[in-house]
C-alpha cells in the first residue's frame, strides 16, 4: 500500500524558510519519480517541483530560483526547501508518487504571514 506523509508545514513571515518533508512507504521510492504540489483557494492545484529517482528536477515558475526539492533514496525521504517565502506560496502542499496527483499524501499547510 503507497503512504505518503508530509511534514514541515506551519507560519512562516514573508522572506523566511521552511522546510517541508515527505516520509514514502509501499513502493519502490528509489525507482520513482516524485512531486510536490500546492492547492490554495485562489490559484487551484499547482506542481511546485518534481525529481526524477537520480536527482533531476523540475520547477513551476513561480517557485523558481527559491524553491529547492531533493530526496534521501536511502530513508525514502523527499524534501522542499523554501526560501524567501512570498504571501502568494501560502497553500497546503502535498507530495505525490509519480508525476500525477493520484497517489499523494494529506497534506501540510504552509501559511505565510506579512
Do not use: H
Not at 519502490?28 to 529517482?53: C, D, H
Not at 537520480?54 to 517557485?63: I, K, L, Q, R
Not at 500525477?100 to 499547510?109: I, K, V
Request: hydrophobic content about 30%.
Amino acid at each position: 500500500e503507497v503512504r505518503l506523509v508530509e511534514s514541515g508545514g506551519g507560519s512562516v513571515q514573508a522572506g523566511g524558510s521552511l522546510r517541508l518533508s515527505c516520509a514514502a512507504s509501499g513502493f519502490t521510492f528509489g525507482a520513482t519519480y516524485m512531486t510536490w504540489f500546492r492547492q490554495s483557494p485562489g490559484k487551484g492545484l499547482e506542481k511546485v517541483a518534481n525529481i526524477s529517482p537520480s536527482g533531476n528536477t523540475f520547477y513551476g515558475d513561480d517557485v523558481k530560483g527559491r524553491f529547492a526539492v531533493s530526496r534521501d533514496n536511502t530513508k525514502s525521504i523527499m524534501y522542499l526547501n523554501m526560501n524567501n517565502v512570498k504571501l502568494e506560496d501560502t497553500a497546503m502542499y502535498y507530495c505525490a508518487k509519480g508525476t500525477g496527483f493520484t497517489d499523494r499524501g494529506p497534506g501540510t499547510q504552509v501559511t505565510v504571514t506579512p
